[in-house]
């Protein structure tokens, strides 16, 4: 596989039966997942989507939304995920913005160009257009004054991404994410979408966050680990003791954005691994500092804390 947007094909040759991606109401195997995205990217092309276009999801999270942004990148088109949460006035913005050629989205909402029932309407085949180099998303960020900028990333930025990821954290082929960070970021898309896919995994979208909800989400969904940030993790510890869910599919848990707290880090060793990610939350860029986390004393790598020692003096002598 040479792109990221080749993701639903490759996986659909290898595996077809396998699980790929689900939601409440949805579950596809890689040969389905393929199927959508391929039937996504026909209407999205019928509707004048081509290569360097932007499109617009505006969408809560749901296996659609993945549709949607795996068909756009088989146009070699890019994607500009709208929080569907802002007001009119902000979506517009950002629509007007980015420069967004189709909305996908419920026809109800402002801007919308595109019903995203629509996507699964069968169509025509059309040919694949991803430049390896090409602008894969916009992610709008409020991290400066002003009205929110659009942060251009590359397919090559998401692969790099990617690749770090399922290294640092240690993913393969039997992993299973449990998404519930927006789709809006990129933890969201990176994390648990894109890199346990690449992995060979799969992800089950979870709807919308409730404390209450989510443990016993966990007993029966049966994820490997998924990615959220300190508060959530202060409202999930903060729940009663008992009744005490099933946990035990869980290997890690990955936090993001701040440093968790002490009265939330306790309860959640034991167990589970946790992995602290640091870096630029709409750039991506990841940083991991974990001193135990295979260690090599005698290798340094990139990414990890290391003493270089000048060998100038050795050279001269050598000469």
């Not at 890019?78 to 007007?96: F, H, W």
């Not at 954005?257 to 750039?283: E, M, Q, S, T, Y």
Request: proline share 8%; with cysteine.
């Amino acid at each position: 596989m040479r792109h990221i947007a080749e993701l639903p094909d490759a996986r659909a040759a290898f595996a077809p039966d396998a699980p790929c991606v689900a939601d409440e109401h949805t579950a596809l195997s890689n040969a389905g997942f393929r199927d959508r995205v391929h039937a996504a990217a026909a209407v999205l092309h019928r509707a004048g989507v081509r290569p360097g276009d932007v499109v617009a999801i505006v969408l809560p999270n749901q296996v659609d939304l993945v549709v949607a942004l795996f068909a756009a990148w088989r146009l070699g088109a890019a994607v500009t995920p709208v929080n569907p949460g802002l007001t009119d006035d902000d979506i517009r913005y950002q629509l007007d913005d980015s420069g967004a050629a189709v909305v996908v989205g419920a026809p109800e909402r402002a801007g919308v160009t595109l019903d995203v029932a629509a996507l699964a309407t069968p169509a025509g085949p059309v040919a694949a257009a991803t430049p390896a180099d090409g602008l894969a998303l916009i992610i709008y960020t409020s991290g400066t004054t002003g009205r929110p900028k659009g942060v251009l990333l590359g397919h090559d930025n998401l692969a790099a991404m990617c690749a770090m990821i399922i290294e640092a954290v240690g993913l393969d082929e039997t992993e299973h994410s449990l998404l519930v960070l927006p789709l809006f970021h990129v933890n969201g898309i990176v994390v648990s979408v894109l890199s346990p896919l690449l992995a060979g995994g799969r992800t089950t979208i979870a709807g919308k966050f409730s404390a209450t909800q989510f443990l016993g989400l966990v007993e029966r969904v049966r994820p490997t680990y998924f990615s959220g940030v300190p508060a959530i993790y202060a409202m999930l510890v903060a729940q009663p003791a008992e009744p005490r869910p099933d946990l035990s599919s869980l290997r890690r848990v990955i936090c993001g954005a701040a440093p968790h707290a002490r009265r939330v880090d306790r309860p959640l060793r034991g167990p589970l691994r946790r992995a602290d990610r640091g870096g630029l939350r709409a750039v991506g860029g990841h940083v991991r500092v974990d001193a135990q986390s295979r260690r090599r004393p005698t290798q340094a790598r990139h990414g990890r804390p290391a003493v270089a020692r000048s060998d100038d003096h050795h050279r001269r002598h050598r000469r």
